[in-house]
């Protein structure tokens, strides 16, 4: 077993993905989970750590990874991994290549959903810092050669994903870290190696309508952030135009939306990991709320 570096947990043992959720193998508690897919070639195995994720119940999620063994690829719901995880084997099997899916969980049956989902930023982080080059499924990413299912909605849109040469912003590289998560507080404007603008109250913020990016609030003076997040900042910013008490910094860039999705979940793994806790409002406690709210909630 080896050691979550922020939150000196331990996780389990690899064991098969592939009927996990029967006889009670994987716990029903809290946690998070990873997923690798192990490749045996020439007598040796490369394991390729693939997607991590959180749950409330991790018994409960992993029966929801049933459908990526079936003959069709999954919807992305109950689960948005499902798509990419079923690529990754239908590729494998084409090729004649060995290969098997395997997870690894971290009981966290005492930890907040809200530290939950902070520890879960700081594995991904991980992830990608010690492997920058290896596709990992988070973020809506596909492999190339596949193009995704929509969600199941009971929609007439509604669609299961197949084989394409056709390439869209899914199957793009992954953006790498911008910097250190560890190196300087969130506060500073070089926080995890971006160009932060100065810190201004929202109500005199005057981003470029089209700036498109990052962006975080903190109340003056407080070295903890209230919340952080991505799109087009003016349009973020707007419900705040009336509090005073909330300041703002903001920094723009040419990422799609995968890679800016990334480099936010980097923001939240440094908070965590250099404050102890994500952003004050960033996620909910409430089992089944929003994961990261669009907007966060206005100020009391």
């Known amino acids: 077993m080896d050691t979550h570096p922020s939150c000196e947990r331990a996780w389990s043992s690899w064991q098969p993905l592939e009927g996990c959720w029967r006889e009670a193998r994987i716990p029903a508690c809290s946690g998070l989970y990873r997923i690798r897919i192990v490749i045996s070639l020439h007598r040796m195995s490369f394991p390729v750590v693939v997607y991590i994720g959180q749950s409330g119940d991790l018994r409960t999620r992993m029966g929801h990874f049933k459908a990526v063994f079936g003959n069709s690829m999954p919807f992305k719901s109950p689960h948005i991994a499902g798509p990419p995880l079923w690529a990754i084997r ?159 910094s903001w920094v723009g860039g040419m990422w799609h939306e995968h890679e800016r999705l990334a480099l936010l979940n980097d923001l939240i793994a440094s908070h965590v990991l250099l404050i102890g806790h994500p952003p004050l409002w960033q996620f909910s406690d409430e089992e089944g709320g929003e994961k990261r709210a669009l907007i966060p909630p206005a100020p009391v």
């Open 90 to 248: 239908q590729r494998l099997r084409q090729e004649r290549v060995l290969a098997s899916f395997e997870v690894s969980v971290m009981e966290l049956g005492d930890v907040s959903r809200s530290l939950r989902l902070g520890y879960e930023c700081v594995a991904i982080a991980r992830q990608r810092t010690w492997h920058p080059d290896r596709f990992l499924a988070n973020f809506g990413r596909m492999p190339r050669g596949y193009l995704a299912s929509t969600f199941h909605k009971g929609q007439a849109s509604d669609f299961h994903g197949y084989p394409t040469p056709r390439r869209n912003d899914s199957h793009l590289p992954a953006s790498v870290p911008a910097g250190d998560l560890e190196r300087s507080l969130p506060d500073d404007l070089n926080w995890c190696g971006h160009h932060w603008s100065c810190w201004v109250a929202v109500k005199d913020a005057a981003p470029l309508k089209e700036t498109v990016g990052l962006y975080r609030l903190k109340l003056a003076n407080q070295p903890e952030m209230l919340y952080v997040g991505q799109g087009r900042v003016r349009d973020r910013l707007a419900p705040y135009r009336r509090e005073e008490a909330v300041y703002c």
